[in-house]
């Protein structure tokens, strides 16, 4: 479907603009972000990490839709096993 692919679109330019793990963009929160940051995980979750957010960044974080079901949730799709992602 449509909305699928658009969100899959989203997730891999998300991934290729921040250089976040598959892991650190699929437990993202709205709430993670923040006066221009994103707080993320680090590597091994001891702490987080702020990572500045590009113009062309703000943009897509704009265009994101909001999920109904998982409304806190930056991205709907769940990390299933390290080899495949799911919703």
């Given at each position: 479907n449509k909305r699928g692919r658009t969100d899959l679109a989203q997730l891999v330019q998300f991934l290729l603009e921040?250089?976040?793990?598959?892991g650190q963009a699929l437990t993202l929160q709205w709430t993670d972000i923040k006066d221009g940051l994103?707080?993320?995980n680090s590597k091994h979750g001891e702490r987080y990490e702020p990572f500045p957010i590009t113009v062309s960044l703000q943009k897509l974080l704009d265009?994101?839709?909001r999920h109904t079901n998982k409304p806190n949730k930056v991205f709907f799709w769940e990390m299933s096993s390290q080899a495949?992602?799911?919703r």
């Open positions: 921040t250089g976040f793990r598959i994103i707080y993320r265009e994101m839709p495949a992602i799911s």
